[in-house]
């Protein structure tokens, strides 16, 4: 193991990740380096063609590691970047090590749905890093692991509560608030208990019994710290009321309630939570994350959305369910960050029929007395947001998908674009796009990406 350590690792990160896994696990995740490795890369690679990053300085086939290809690039600040793509390329390397679900897919509950999507963002060069995280973090909480989460109970007398928080989490005058394992050994908090879980696709977020809890973890994943702010822990469930008002067409994941340890007086962002209430299938229905159906499989088979009939029929019908529905909120002055994760797909034999849209933290409206200035933007900035999340990112992954010509597939779902004033922009304009690579290495920036559009190629 030695040997091989020197020779097929590259990186600090790749050896401490190799030298800490049993020893049948570190052959398999020695074996899946190489493809991980080449899997940041082509990212990076869209990233130099679509965002408006600083001058490319070499030829990126020059380059087999994206650690080298970044380094070579020599831009201003960023060393944070070619760390978090270190660790992405480690971590995605092991997620590739885990065993295939065997549950058939449509019989597979939502939590094995959230569990199948291994290789994390499919654009982002930061996929799967979680900087702070060994690979037992990675083997202990990984949602693509399967493990089940023991999340700490911390009696919290100092606290504030936000909606209908449930009373088996209250003890006396005091509330008892779920804490991720990973926080609690870190920030040393006391607990009384604790509450099994299973890790849905955002690591954070877990199913607990009829709850789906978003916790505080202060590691960087994929592209941010995860922790919850005051100004989230005391709006959570205004916005979700707000949306209940103005959304239609599709349903909402609620924010049932939220809360927070008090220090100084003010929400702890280190220590809160948000609850919501664990979406029921109904009768004959799977109920999973869009991105479980465009997710490349762990034994590298073809995406699970080509198993499910005719691409132009299934195609037809899911633009019919969510098209509409996102163009006229996006005319009424609302914009919902709808990608692959926060989209859940009902369906019935196969086809869908049912839309849930979750996580409403980063919803965007036009400015508003009832709603934080945080959430405030200008119709531009909406439109952006709603092009980038669903059309260039969400709707661009399942056309990928499916087998069936992408102009085909493009003008059937042009077919369903409602007559908004936002119709035109969509299209016949470039396609905003997140400028992922760009995010990480400048957090600040106010660019977008754009792409080519698809409707009017």
């Known amino acids: 193991m030695c040997q091989d350590l020197v020779i097929l690792t590259q990186t600090r990160v790749e050896s401490e990740f190799a030298a800490a896994l049993p020893a049948d696990r570190a052959e398999r995740f020695l074996a899946a380096l190489p493809e991980a490795r080449a899997a940041i890369s082509a990212r990076l690679r869209r990233a130099f063609t679509i965002e408006p990053l600083p001058q490319v300085n070499t030829d990126p086939d020059e380059h087999l590691h994206p650690v080298d290809l970044l380094a070579a690039q020599h831009w201003p600040h960023s060393a944070n970047l070619i760390a978090e793509v270190a660790h992405s390329v480690a971590g995605l390397a092991l997620s590739r090590t885990t065993s295939p679900l065997m549950t058939p897919f449509l019989e597979r509950s939502l939590e094995e749905h959230e569990q199948s999507v291994v290789d994390g963002h499919p654009l982002h060069p930061c996929c799967r890093n979680r900087t702070g995280f060994t690979a037992h973090d990675h083997l202990a909480y990984g949602p693509e692991h399967r493990p089940v989460v023991a999340l700490r109970l911390h009696p919290a007398r100092d606290h504030v509560v936000f909606g209908d928080w449930p009373g088996k989490l209250r003890d006396g005058p005091s509330i008892l608030l779920p804490v991720h394992p990973w926080q609690a050994d870190r920030l040393n908090v006391f607990s009384t208990g ?34 919850i702010s005051g100004n ?42 948000i609850l919501r209430d664990r979406p029921v299938p109904l009768d004959g229905e799977t109920l999973l994350p869009l991105a479980a159906l465009t997710a490349r499989p762990v034994d590298g088979g073809p995406a699970p959305i080509r198993s499910l009939g005719d691409p132009v029929t299934w195609l037809t019908e899911f633009a019919e369910l969510t098209v509409p529905p996102l163009m006229t909120l996006l005319a009424r002055g609302v914009a919902l960050e709808a990608h692959e994760q926060n989209l859940l797909v009902g369906l019935v034999n196969g086809r869908p029929r049912r839309l849930i849209y979750r996580d409403l933290a980063d919803i965007r409206v036009s400015p508003r007395e009832n709603l934080p200035a945080r959430l405030h933007a200008d119709q ?78």
């Open 380 to 457: 531009e900035a909406l439109r952006a947001k709603t092009f980038a999340t669903f059309f260039a990112t969400a709707l661009t992954g399942v056309v990928g998908a499916l087998d069936a010509p992408a102009a085909e597939l493009w003008d059937v779902v042009a077919k369903t674009v409602p007559d908004t004033p936002d119709r035109h922009a969509l299209l016949h304009d470039p396609l905003p796009a997140k400028p992922l690579t760009l995010m990480r290495l400048d957090p600040g920036t106010k660019a977008w990406a754009h792409l080519p559009n698809p409707f009017s190629s």
């Open 194 to 227: 604790t509450l099994p879980a299973h890790p849905l696709m955002t690591l954070r977020t877990l199913s607990a019994g009829d709850w789906h809890v978003k916790t505080t973890l202060s590691a960087q994943i994929t592209s941010a710290v995860r922790d």
């Open 232 to 273: 989230s822990i005391t709006t959570a469930v205004t916005v979700s009321d707000f949306l209940d008002d103005v959304v239609e067409g599709l349903e909402l994941q609620h924010n049932r309630a939220s809360a927070a340890v008090l220090t100084d007086g003010e929400p702890n962002r280190a220590l809160g939570v």
